[in-house]
């Protein structure tokens, strides 16, 4: 079906209570929510969406972006406060912009920045639990942020990927990657020392972040060395993807720098 007017949707979500972004038989989806909520917005008119990217079950986003379809031109004010006072608790939509129709928003160069929310030592309160993983074992934070620094630049991360499919493009670049302490997220009941691991890069593989935090972990731990991290990264590395992944909870899609 053919529409007349494009809109690009920025919106923020709480991840922890759905089954990523993606549409899925038997599972609440955040994709599924959207839809949900814009029908009682249009009241049965005709629309499409279209999300810039999938996310992993109990991820959050600070930054994601839809592409809504639809005939009538939207009262861009009014269709905002609508879709919020629509909208559960988990979601807020933060931004619309009128796109050309040509735009297709899987498709347009885009940079992504993901963090990744830990703390360590003492279990944390339950309250903490939708936004940071708590490790039990004490880390050697400063061996770990040496270690994440090993990420940047290009690299081979076929150990960082998990079902690829024939053409799938081990070869990436990532343009930074940090641990720096917490100073983003705070609340009452999170621990007094918190961590950030900060990537931001072109394209991600399938749970390739989660994947580097779980190595990282080992690092900390004092179970993985440095040479370990690099020897992974290597084109003749043995292209086995690891098998330890850290908790969906903690990762968070920070920003999107989306060309148009």
């Known amino acids: 079906m053919k529409y007349s007017n494009s809109y690009l949707i920025g919106l ?3 991840g922890f209570r759905f089954s990523g972004w993606q549409k899925q038989i038997n599972a609440k989806t955040l994709h599924d929510m959207v839809d949900k909520t814009l029908s009682f917005v249009f009241d049965n008119q005709n629309y499409k969406t279209i ?7 109990k991820v959050s986003a600070n930054t994601y972006y839809f592409q809504l379809f639809v005939d009538e031109v939207l009262e861009e004010k009014v269709f905002m406060d609508s879709l919020n006072n629509n909208f559960s608790a988990d979601f807020r939509t933060i931004s619309i912009e009128k796109v050309d129709l040509t735009f297709n928003i899987i498709n347009a160069p885009k940079v992504k920045e993901y963090h990744y929310y830990f703390s360590f030592g003492e279990k944390n309160h339950p309250f903490a639990a939708p936004f940071m993983t708590a490790v039990k074992e004490d880390l050697d934070i400063a061996l770990m942020m040496k270690g994440a620094k090993l990420f940047q630049g290009e690299h081979y991360f076929h150990k960082y990927c998990t079902k690829p499919s024939e053409n799938t493009v081990f070869k990436r ?10 100073d983003i997220l ?9 961590y950030i691991l900060k990537v931001k890069g072109k394209g991600f593989l399938r749970y390739q972040i989660r994947l580097m935090m779980a190595t990282l972990f080992e690092l900390g731990k004092g179970n993985q060395a440095l040479a370990v991290i690099e020897a992974s990264l290597k084109e003749d590395n043995d292209r086995k993807f690891l098998r330890n992944i850290a908790p969906a909870s903690g990762l968070q899609l920070y920003t999107i720098e989306l060309e148009l």
């Open 173 to 182: 670049i990532i343009d930074f990657c940090e641990i720096v302490e917490n």
């Open 186 to 194: 705070t609340a009452s009941f999170f621990p007094e020392n918190s």
């Open 12 to 14: 923020q979500f709480l």
């Open 51 to 57: 999300g810039v990217g999938r996310t992993d079950a």
